[in-house]
């Protein structure tokens, strides 16, 4: 009996070596890239379109989640791009099967909360930087040009500023506020020509 379990034995551990040793597919070319996408407060974003070398492409779910099957490992080419948010593009290398991407998508929103705090600080090159970035995603937004006007009056430059507010009177017309921003722009353009 000891005999037959031995023969038994050696036959399935024979079996299972080679087996094990056979892969008709080789070594491992493609496999699916895991991604998670969250914003800045780190909530996930849905429906967020992932390109993958222009050519393949996914959706982020409810959970920020996405998967691009069939990946080639190498290096790629990615955009993630989500309306009103700035659109990421980034190059990776993809080297394991078990990578997952993780990355945060910075809204229009957010943008417009670092300008106001980088003119807050007087920080004309980031406050200039964040209105390109903030243009980018939603050029025609008011509430950006007025920072943009806001930037012009902090580096002096009250033409652009007048040229500014006067197009958002022109788009808004019968607003105080920009009447009253109008005025005092051209006051401190007028105390600029008298120093």
Not at 3 to 32: D, H
Not at 50 to 65: F, L, P
Not at 159 to 169: D, V
Request: hydrophobic letters at 40%; charged letters at 25%.
């Amino acid at each position: 009996m000891k005999r037959v379990i031995a023969a038994l034995s050696t036959i399935l551990f024979l079996t299972g070596c080679k087996s094990m040793n056979t892969n008709p597919s080789g070594p491992i070319s493609k496999a699916p890239l895991l991604g998670i996408i969250h914003d800045s407060n780190g909530f996930p974003l849905s429906d967020a379109a992932i390109t993958a070398d222009e050519s393949k492409t996914a959706v982020s779910d409810i959970n920020g989640r996405f998967v691009l099957p069939d990946i080639a490992l190498g290096g790629h080419s990615f955009s993630i791009k989500k309306e009103g948010y700035e659109t990421v593009q980034t190059d990776l290398y993809f080297s394991t099967p078990a990578q997952i991407i993780y990355t945060t998508l910075i809204s229009f929103d957010d943008l417009l909360e670092k300008i106001v705090a980088a003119l807050k600080d007087a920080d004309s090159a980031t406050s200039k930087n964040l209105i390109l970035r903030a243009e980018g995603i939603n050029a025609n937004s008011p509430r950006l040009k007025y920072l943009k006007v806001l930037l012009f009056v902090k580096t002096e430059k009250y033409q652009e500023a007048i040229t500014g507010i006067e197009e958002l009177i022109n788009r808004y017309p019968g607003s105080k506020d920009l009447l009253l921003t109008e005025e005092e722009i051209k006051n401190l353009q007028g105390e600029t020509h008298e120093h």
